[in-house]
């Protein structure tokens, strides 16, 4: 169109434009120069350039708004050809994209219906119980505590109807609220099983969680539950006002609250090493221990990584039948996850055969068939990342790892928002 008024239409006296990064066509009137306003036009004349005119703008208007349609037909056709459907990235044996780094500030670390300190796996102080008014302090005796590694948070719970109003510096927060069912469930005390405990719960008087089903939204009871929610702001107060409401069955509870520096419209980078404890990377990132699993075992190995800077880093793995339970907001996210084969025939599972496996996210193969060694040999990493995946209903990406041949096997998994 800029080309056609700068030739052929450099006299119409109407424009049409269309806004850089809008749809909405603009239609805009030339200022007429003195001359041609004084030149003597004839009636006829002036009849036939209006019908010309006429005629050029409307055919103009025409062909604008099929472009217009075209285009916008064209967008939806294309978001609907490639909703929902990961596109893998191999990344080669390093990660070579910009660090996306943790957001640095206070964080505050809850032990709900707990009067003792707690020190976790990844070096974190979780508090006594604080900031709380009504409900009651409840401890299980339960010990095994599915995906976590520490069961210790998930022991003690406050229950009842109760708020917390937990007092905050300005600025974005994540909010994460730990849960785990142990008093309802087919093996637990209180038998029943889904629907025995509802609640709702919200965060200065918006509805975070209806209706919220512990023991359904894990899929299980005696298992861990975190429920991730950014961009949280204190209220006009300097306060973080939590409610907990118990709904038709069961009291309300939680077990922990964590509170966050947040990232602006996004969660935090979640990063998880398939050991007990934390790992820094060589690029300087801080990865969580083996974290959200369910199933399979670890193990170590004293042969040295080739072709990284960070042969420590994949000096551990989780091997077996095995799952990842992450929680995240809505959004979509891009998973890297970290391979190796060790030549030794004494690595996971023993036996000469190599090992091939599937990759599921939330019930879909975003990886098939995996076999390290004719990938990229033995002793070397494998990072392999999909992009474009989405949490499913209870707001996790659960990746489980199949074997196929022998055993499955990871060494760390990235989760970071798109």
């Known amino acids: 169109m800029r080309e056609y008024y700068a030739h052929d239409g450099v006299s119409d006296l109407i424009r049409i434009t269309i806004p850089v990064g809008q749809y909405v066509p603009s239609f805009e009137k030339v200022a007429v120069s003195a001359r041609e306003v004084l ?51 191999p990344v080669g044996q390093t990660a070579s994209e910009p ?21 976790d796996h990844a070096g974190k102080l979780w508090g006594r119980d604080a900031f709380f008014t009504g409900g009651s302090p409840v401890a299980s005796s339960v010990q095994h505590i599915w995906r976590t590694q520490d069961p210790i948070i998930y022991r003690n719970s406050r229950q009842g109807d109760f708020s917390y109003n937990v007092p905050l510096k300005p600025g974005i927060y994540e909010l994460r609220l730990h849960f785990a069912e142990t008093f309802y469930g087919p093996e637990s005390s209180g038998g029943g099983g889904e629907g025995s405990r509802t609640m709702t719960v919200s965060a200065n008087g918006q509805v975070l969680l209806h209706d919220f089903d512990v023991l359904a939204d894990a899929a299980g009871e005696r298992t861990a539950d975190v429920k991730v ?38 969660i935090r980078p979640v990063r998880i090493v398939a050991r007990d404890a934390p790992y820094y990377s060589d690029d300087s990132r801080w990865w969580s221990p083996d974290t959200y699993f369910k199933g399979g075992q670890l193990r170590a190995s004293q042969e040295p990584a080739e072709g990284t800077d960070d042969p420590e880093f994949y000096e551990t793995e989780r091997w077996g039948h095995f799952s990842y339970a992450i929680p995240v907001a809505a959004g979509q996210y891009a998973i890297t996850l970290h391979f190796i084969e060790r030549n030794s025939a004494e690595t996971s599972g023993g036996g000469a055969e190599d090992r091939t496996f599937d990759v599921f996210c939330n019930g879909k193969a975003i990886v098939r068939k995996v076999n390290i060694r004719d990938r990229v040999g033995g002793n070397r990493p494998l990072v392999v990342k999909i992009k474009g995946l989405e949490p499913n209903a209870q707001g996790k990406l659960l990746v489980e790892f199949v074997p196929v041949t022998r055993y499955a096997t990871v060494s760390a998994i990235e989760v970071v928002a798109e």
């Open 39 to 89: 030149a003597p036009v004839s009636a006829d004349t002036q009849q036939d350039a209006l019908g010309r005119e006429w005629y050029r703008r409307s055919w103009m208007i025409a062909a604008g708004m099929a472009l217009l349609v075209a285009a916008v037909a064209t967008g939806f056709l294309l978001r609907e050809k490639y909703r929902g459907k990961p596109t893998i990235v």
């Open 99 to 119: 660090t996306v780094g943790l957001p640095v500030g206070e964080e505050i670390h809850i032990l709900a219906g707990s009067n003792r300190k707690y020190v």
């Open 229 to 266: 929610f950014p961009k949280i702001s204190p209220s006009s107060d300097g306060q973080l006002h939590l409610a907990f409401s118990s709904a038709q069955s069961g009291s309300a509870m939680v077990s922990a609250i964590e509170i966050l520096p947040g990232v602006r419209e996004q």
